[in-house]
């Protein structure tokens, strides 16, 4: 019985930050642009929302210069009123992004 041939090519998931990031960003711009220019399908909407995913995982992976498993061991470390100090300021950030964003957003859009 042989055995598998292992490669040097590791899966996605696996891989760097950037490696993440150069394989998401395209997949999500000409996501992006198809919704412009004709309506998509639920499966492509999936797909993009993959190729989504990837990107903010690369970014995080990238700016943390650590993979997603390593931040996770770090962040169960943390004491917990460090972990809703941070959350809180995150969830924070997030809905003033929002609220800043998304009104330019819809004016483009519709």
């Known amino acids: 019985m042989s055995t598998p041939e292992k490669t040097d090519r590791a899966p996605l998931s696996q891989r760097s930050g950037r490696a993440k990031l150069v394989v998401g960003i395209p997949l999500l711009l000409?996501?992006?642009?198809?919704?412009?220019i004709t309506p998509i399908?639920?499966?492509?909407?999936?797909l993009a929302a993959a190729a989504g995913a990837y990107v903010i995982v690369g970014v995080i992976e990238t700016v943390a210069g650590?993979?997603?498993s390593r931040l996770?061991?770090?962040?169960?470390q943390l004491s917990p009123w460090k972990?809703?100090?941070?959350?809180?300021?995150?969830?924070?950030?997030?809905i003033v992004g929002c609220i800043v964003l998304l009104p330019p957003l819809f004016r483009l859009v519709g």
């Open 66 to 68: 650590s993979s997603l």
């Open 30 to 36: 000409v996501a992006i642009a198809a919704t412009f």
């Open 72 to 76: 996770a061991k770090s962040w169960d």
């Open 41 to 46: 399908s639920d499966i492509a909407k999936l």
């Open 83 to 94: 972990q809703r100090l941070i959350s809180t300021i995150v969830i924070v950030s997030m």
